[in-house]
């Protein structure tokens, strides 16, 4: 059975530093997602990863993925408040099934 | 391009009662997935259906149940509702050839079972 985690669950960081939240997953997976969420919303997909070594950037987050490790990271430079929200890594198990983390709720302090 | 969406946005039941939630995917998608997700958790995988029928399932008692129609949308329902089944409940959709395609949620509905 697939299982994810994140670390770390809780966040709080000031503005302009950088942090990197880790997510490992426990068997193989051929592809491996990032979502956002904010409050009382849905989840907004960020990043897919497809394979070893992948990096993908939008803005300051960007996200890579080692299989051989089973991790991926999600790496902020220079936060900014607009980033406040809850973070979700997911794998996928079978066919189509996302298998997800805890999250992270991230809080950026001006 | 709608997107997926869900109806309704908030739902209050009690004890016991029956509840329908409804979704309709993305434009060119014909795989929906259900997830539930509890307060403060990640979402958890309910079942997956494509082509009329549930292709996947995840840990989930058998009160709930789903169904999916020509159109491509789908239902979800829950039976002999307990508090804890008390959610977001969201609904997921890609397209079944694209196997590379990231999976779009709906903005959810919020059940409160009292």
């Known amino acids: 059975e697939l299982k994810v985690e994140q670390n770390p669950l809780f966040l709080s960081m000031q503005e302009g530093k950088n942090y990197t939240i880790y997510c490992n997953y426990s068997?193989?997976?051929?592809?491996l997602y990032w979502y956002r969420q904010d409050p009382g919303k849905s989840l907004e997909s960020l990043f897919v990863l497809l394979s070893n070594g992948a990096v993908k950037q939008e803005g300051r987050l960007m996200a890579s993925l080692d299989t051989k490790a089973r991790l991926s990271t999600l790496h902020i430079t220079a936060a900014v408040h607009d980033l406040s929200a809850t973070y979700f890594c997911a794998a996928f198990q079978g066919a189509q099934k996302l298998v997800f983390g805890q999250g992270t709720r991230l809080t950026i302090n001006p | 391009d709608a997107g997926v969406t869900q109806s309704p946005t908030h739902l209050i039941k009690t004890r016991g009662q029956q509840v329908t939630l409804r979704c309709s995917p993305k434009s060119g998608h014909d795989t929906v997935s259900w997830y539930q997700q509890a307060l403060g958790q990640g979402p958890q995988f309910i079942f997956q259906?494509?082509?009329?029928?549930?292709?996947q399932r995840g840990n989930f008692p058998d009160r709930f149940s789903g169904h999916q129609f020509p159109n491509y949308s789908s239902e979800l329902n829950v039976n002999a509702l307990l508090l804890g089944d008390s959610a977001l409940y969201l609904c997921a959709s890609s397209p079944s050839g694209g196997a590379w395609d990231t999976q779009y949620f709906g903005p959810g509905t919020r059940l409160t079972v009292l």
């Open positions: 259906y494509y082509e009329e029928e549930e292709r």
């Open positions: 068997t193989t997976s051929d592809r």
